[in-house]
């Protein structure tokens, strides 16, 4: 069973900047898209970044230039690079993995900026 496990989440300041990590604990073959999403109190989990199996990237109007998606050439590890944090980042963050065959999700981790 493939698990995904996420690290890096913490309290930070308005303007700092945190590094998530996704993990998988084994080889994910045919992997199409890996990404992140994040979930505030009584919303939708929403996108804030994507990144293809070629390299493209997508990400949320509201994080674009502050934050970037990347991974590891083994397509083991995505990172979510978060600069210039405001306190509407709070939220909880998941990684996911789409292969050709299901979805991966990770268990989630906890981003809050407040000063």
């Known amino acids: 069973q493939v698990q995904l496990v996420e690290s890096g989440g913490g309290l930070v300041q308005p303007g700092g900047s945190l590094r998530l990590s996704c993990a998988a604990s084994?080889?994910?073959?045919?992997?199409?898209?890996m990404g992140w999403y994040r979930r505030t109190p009584g919303k939708q989990r929403e996108l804030v970044a994507t990144?293809?199996?070629?390299?493209?990237?997508n990400y949320a109007d509201s994080v674009k230039g502050r934050f970037t998606v990347s991974r590891d050439k083994a397509n083991k590890t995505v990172y979510l690079q978060m600069n210039s944090l405001k306190p509407e980042d709070t939220a909880v963050y998941y990684c996911?993995?789409?292969?050709?065959?299901?979805?991966?999700w990770g268990q989630g981790t906890q981003v809050t900026v407040s000063s």
């Open positions: 990144i293809t199996s070629g390299g493209s990237t």
């Open positions: 084994r080889n994910i073959f045919s992997i199409n898209v």
């Open positions: 996911k993995v789409e292969s050709r065959w299901r979805d991966y």
